[in-house]
């Protein structure tokens, strides 16, 4: 039994090869000249990952609009396991978004897109009369889609640094291991 659940599991944890970007805040607020940005993972890839673990007919989401719950049941063998988180409204369709971002938590729990957290936020600078966001090259990074792109181009390196760390656990707790991993991850910085 615990070796077809650690198979299911591995397929939700696996890191997110190309995450979606999105900005967070323009700052300073009266004549923006940097924004920071952060990855994400869209609902789609979490149902496709789910789809993928399950099978599309042993799992389940339910939202509660009123609570702003969303929940996650697997079927696994006989039983369903249940996981559960709230969302907040967003900018854009706040009813929806809400449901979204309760369903990515709730996804999150399960351990999905838990790598994003590794990669963090990123500072971006931009035109602040405009407010376009720029690339090192001062590309300008007009759509999502080349945000994106950009973003994700860079943040490879660190993804294979933290698949790196995940695959040597028996390494982690040695100091040496620690320091020259601490180092190549300032190095790809």
């Known amino acids: 039994m615990m ?51 399950f099978g599309a007919e042993n799992w389940q989401n339910t939202y509660d609009p009123e609570s702003g719950s969303s929940s996650i049941s697997v079927k696994f063998e006989n ?11 967003t900018k854009v369709e706040k009813e929806k978004g809400k449901a979204s971002d309760a369903f990515k938590r709730a996804a999150v729990l399960w351990g999905v897109g838990r790598d994003l957290y590794q990669i963090g936020e990123k500072v971006l600078p931009c035109t602040p009369k405009k407010v376009t966001l720029t690339s090192d090259k001062k590309t300008e990074l007009r759509t999502p889609s080349a945000l994106s792109n950009y973003l994700n181009a860079m943040s490879t390196s660190m993804g294979l640094l933290y698949q790196i760390w995940l695959l040597n656990k028996d390494k982690q707790a040695d100091d040496e291991f620690k320091e020259l991993f601490t180092r190549l991850k300032e190095y790809v910085k």
């Open 79 to 89: 039983d369903w396991i249940t996981k559960s988180d709230v969302g907040v409204e």
């Open 3 to 53: 070796e077809g659940w650690k198979e299911k599991l591995a397929i939700l944890t696996a890191p997110i090869e190309h995450p979606r970007w999105r900005v967070q805040g323009y700052y300073p607020k009266d004549a923006p000249t940097y924004a920071v940005v952060v990855p994400y993972v869209d609902a789609r890839e979490v149902q496709e990952r789910f789809d993928l673990a």
